[in-house]
């Protein structure tokens, strides 16, 4: 199987041109994963279509379309309305009916813009049930704050694009940053130096939201 996609938990395999194939390489259960995004699909919010899922590895619809991030690094999309963009589809998912669900990695990565259903949202590992619309929005804050703050060459590009979610956002993330900054500092797969410089991202999210 041809690999696609690579991330820091899991490997994304090509099985043919209508499927892929998603397997976790520290044994989470992605039977979890695929009953949440079963659950959004069904209430009409952009997921990629579930296939199957067994132990680590999910099956799903094979999406057409470069992700967020790759549009804005080849300057197809522009970083104010890419925030814009982020803001809009935190608040589709929040104003759903039934439990709840946050997702809580909702950056410009895991975001695939396709032609025939417009943006789709991938990667729905992190989410849960039950936690406020805040620490959701201030999540997708911190992450592209972290950029912003890091020696990347798309460190300014990261900048710009917080900077045009933090005014859309509906709900807002300022009240729910501390909680989101210790969950950041909690992940195991950040290394030393990303967890710290999360307080140099917090401050850049305050400043912006002055």
């Known amino acids: 199987m041809e690999i696609i996609g690579q991330g820091r938990t899991a490997d994304v395999h090509a099985l043919d041109e209508g499927r892929v194939l998603r397997r976790y390489r520290d044994g989470w259960d992605a039977t979890r994963e695929a009953v949440v995004m ?3 699909a ?5 997921v990629p279509a579930v296939l199957h899922a067994e132990g680590t590895d999910l099956v799903m619809e094979r999406l057409t379309g470069p992700s967020l991030m790759d549009a804005l690094l080849t300057g197809a999309y522009e970083p104010g309305p890419a925030g ?3 803001a809009d589809l935190l608040s589709r998912l929040h104003a759903l009916p039934g439990d709840g669900v946050v997702h809580l990695d909702l ?3 895991n975001v695939i813009l396709t032609a ?4 789709v949202v991938i990667d729905w590992q992190t989410a849960e049930e ?4 805040g620490l959701d929005c201030a999540m ?3 992450i592209l704050a972290e950029a912003a703050v890091s020696p990347a060459p798309y460190a300014a590009g990261a900048r710009a694009i ?8 509906r709900t807002p993330a300022l009240p729910h940053l501390p909680a989101a900054r210790e969950r950041r500092a909690k992940d195991p797969n950040l290394t030393a130096a990303e967890v710290a410089a999360l307080g140099a991202a917090a401050e850049l999210i305050r400043a912006l939201s002055a």
């Open 84 to 86: 814009e963009l982020i």
């Open 38 to 40: 079963t659950r959004l």
């Open 130 to 133: 039950g936690s406020p619309p």
């Open 42 to 46: 069904d209430r009409g919010y952009p």
């Open 162 to 169: 917080l900077a045009g979610l933090l005014p859309a956002l």
């Open 116 to 119: 025939a259903r417009g943006p």
């Open 107 to 109: 950056h410009p990565g």
């Open 140 to 142: 997708s804050a911190l």
